[in-house]
Nanobody
Framework: QEQLVESGGGLVQSGGSLRLSCAASGFPLEEYAIGWFRQAPGKEREGVSCVSSNADNTYYSNSVKGRFTISRDDAKSTVYLQMNNLKPEDTADYYC????????????????????????WGEGIAVTVSS
């Protein structure tokens, strides 16, 4: 059974760092592009950062560019999101999602993945940044 499981969330002070992990199982991760999305209370889900299947192409939303870094370790079936210099506005539930790489690009995934095209989603993990 295909599964994505997020971990690494929690409470952190403004300016702090967290590293989220997305562990994949039940499907060949190396064939999939992976994206991190977030949803704050009362807001739509938005794409934060996405990475191609071979990690040679990444996309970051303007709100996190320069602060977040996405990476993947297919040998460990895990995708990471390093989040530095966190701000209160980064508070949200964070989700990882997977889409077959041949049908999307990181930019397309991050811009449209909350609406369509994703094959699997994790259940999400909370990140809270206090001021």
């Amino acid at each position: 059974q295909e599964q994505l499981v997020e971990s690494g969330g929690g409470l952190v002070q403004s300016g702090g760092s967290l590293r989220l992990s997305c562990a994949a199982s039940g499907f060949p991760l190396e064939e999939y592009a992976i994206g991190w999305f977030r949803q704050a209370p009362g807001k739509e889900r938005e794409g934060v950062s996405c990475v191609s299947s071979n990690a040679d192409n990444t996309y970051y939303s303007n709100s996190v560019k320069g602060r977040f870094t996405i990476s993947r370790d297919d040998a460990k079936s895990t995708v990471y999101l390093q989040m530095n210099n966190l701000k209160p506005e980064d508070t949200a539930d964070y989700y990882c999602g997977a889409a077959i790489a041949s049908l999307t690009s990181p930019q397309a995934m991050c811009l449209n993945g909350m609406y369509y095209g994703m094959d699997f989603w994790g259940e999400g993990i909370a990140v809270t940044v206090s001021s």
